[in-house]
């Protein structure tokens, strides 16, 4: 039965339309059979059946059945609900109740809310058509493609497709799972926005946040608010992060802290800025980076302008690494590229303005490499390393650790070692290069090549009074310690030498060429790195 204008007008006239608010008058358009019933002026109802529709503005009703009273505006229909709020927002339900003053809509049984993009499915929802925003509280879930969102309470916003998930949020997709209170989520771009204690299960990966954003078409995300990741090699904190999860890109800034999960093996990593990429196994810190490589109690501590690792296996496809030692083992031998043992396959570099600080051995330079395949770390321009009363120069130093401590040391041109033997004298070897080697983190000795290679050296007597000094020449130099300070010099052919009285010599002229104490230089202690 379609109902023509001068129907609605002759319906419309049997009521009293003072309380219908101007322009929310619900219109019938069609439906198979209708009866009409007046029981007094506040209760008059259409009742209408099969393939009712029913207009109010630009809002459609659909239903198998329904009751209209048009005193109160109210309509309460039954069976295969659909609203057509203007072409925009779908809701289906098995029941519905509507409000057509206020323009709400309460729905039962089955409800089914689309915008073209997610769907949402609950058993309860309440409606408004001016505002297109529906509210779940007994619980509900959003389907958008494989993303799946469910809570205990939601409202949905139509006008911009957000909807406010409340209450035990759970946001599953193929990638991800999401685990919160509250969540803000958009239909069209399939952003989901944090607001609370948030935890986020990404593989091996998992993320605490509370502030921050997730593209999951895009797969890129920002977390604020000091969020906190963890995955299978250690945990990182930061003041903010933003991870691009297409490319395997990331980045974290201020107060950035990398703990490794292995307590006494690994490193951390404190700076201001961190970048990683995943793809490439690879992290690039700034603004004021420190390493702490893990060796039990006494752990290696680096700082410089800029560290970088990677993994050692990439490394070698790429650039020539040579005297590659094999630490567990012992030998010096060449590393393949083909060896990705995980907990040996890494490398750091450190760039510019390098401090190095362990209990037995504290060194500077400009640049370092360092492998933790072998133990080695490299030094470059103006290396400096110190070790009790002993400091080493040249223009490139390479330092092995073994068992946590130092093993052994080779300076390459410009070799110089000096050892403070009291008041203003000390004990020098300078020469082309220098082998040193260490028992238990202390030097036991050194040899110095030349050509040819010079040293000073003190003499004391048994009482620890200086005798005299010895000025020589050698192609060979040997310097043997006890507990770390020089006790015998021993020099191999070609050897030419003078030793003078103490009063009889001029101790500043006998100092062999480059001779400079940089004790001031030194760090001291790790706090004085971690200040940094």
């Known amino acids: 039965m379609v109902f023509s204008a001068k129907a609605q007008k002759e319906l419309m006239q049997q009521t009293d339309t003072s309380i219908v608010q101007a322009g929310s008058l619900l219109n019938i358009l069609y439906a198979d059979r209708m009866n009409f019933k007046k029981n007094d002026s506040l209760n008059q109802f259409i009742s209408l059946a099969g393939n009712v529709r029913i207009k109010q503005n630009n809002t459609y009703f659909y239903a198998d059945s329904a009751v209209l009273n048009q005193h109160l505006n109210l309509l309460e229909a039954f069976g295969r609900i659909h609203i057509n709020d203007a072409d925009s927002v779908h809701t289906y339900a098995n029941y519905l109740k509507y409000l057509g003053n206020e323009k709400k809509a309460f729905l039962k049984g089955n409800v089914r809310l689309t915008d073209g993009k997610g769907v949402l499915t609950t058993n309860e929802l309440e409606y408004e058509t001016t505002t297109k925003i529906g509210t779940y509280s007994k619980g509900g879930k959003v389907v958008n493609g494989k993303t799946v969102l469910t809570s205990k309470a939601a409202k949905y916003y139509g006008e911009t497709r957000d909807v406010y998930f ?67 090699t250690g945990t990182l904190k930061s003041d903010e992060a933003a991870i691009d999860d297409s490319t395997g ?23 201001n800025k961190v970048e990683t990429d995943t793809k490439k196994g690879s992290v690039r810190a700034t603004q004021s980076p420190i390493l702490i490589i893990k060796q039990g109690a006494d752990s290696i501590y680096v700082r410089a302008d800029t560290l970088f690792t990677a993994k050692l296996s990439d490394l070698i496809k790429e650039k020539n690494v040579p005297d590659l030692r094999d630490s567990i083992k012992g030998k010096f ?5 083909t060896d990705t043992d995980s907990t040996s396959d890494q490398f750091f570099e450190a760039y510019s303005n390098v401090k190095i600080f362990t209990d037995s051995m504290q060194a500077i330079g400009d640049s370092l490499f360092y492998s933790v395949k072998d133990s080695v770390f490299r030094l470059f321009k103006n290396p400096i390393v110190w070790s009790d009363e002993n400091q080493i120069t040249g223009d490139t130093v390479y330092l092995f650790m073994q068992n946590k401590q130092p093993e052994k040391i080779m300076v390459f041109e410009n070799a110089l070692a000096i050892s403070h033997a009291g008041s203003n004298y000390y004990n020098q070897v300078a020469g082309r290069t220098i082998n040193g080697f260490f028992i238990d983190g202390k ?90």
């Open 333 to 337: 031998v060449q590393i393949p590229s």
């Open 443 to 532: 030097l036991d000795s050194l040899r110095c090549k030349g050509s040819p290679a010079a040293s000073v050296y003190y003499g004391v007597d048994e009482k620890g009074k200086f005798f005299g000094v010895n000025t020589a020449t050698s192609d060979v130099i040997d310097l043997y310690f006890i507990k770390g300070e020089p006790n015998k010099v021993v020099f191999r052919n070609q050897l030419e030498g003078t030793t003078y009285p103490m009063r009889q010599v001029n101790h500043e002229t006998i100092k062999v060429k480059g001779f400079q104490w940089l004790h001031n230089k030194r760090p001291k202690s790790k706090f004085e790195i971690l200040s940094y």
């Open 166 to 232: 409340i209450n035990q949020v759970v946001l599953t997709d193929p990638e991800y799972s999401i685990y919160t209170d509250t969540l803000l989520y958009n239909t069209y771009t399939n952003i989901t926005t944090f607001v609370s204690n948030t935890n986020i299960k990404a593989g091996s990966r998992k993320i605490k946040t509370k502030d921050g954003y997730y593209d999951l078409n895009k797969k890129k995300a920002y977390f604020g608010k000091r969020p906190i990741i963890e995955d299978s």
């Open 249 to 271: 890109k990331a980045e974290f800034r201020g107060n950035v802290v990398y703990k490794g999960k292995d307590s006494t093996s690994g490193y951390d990593l404190i700076a």
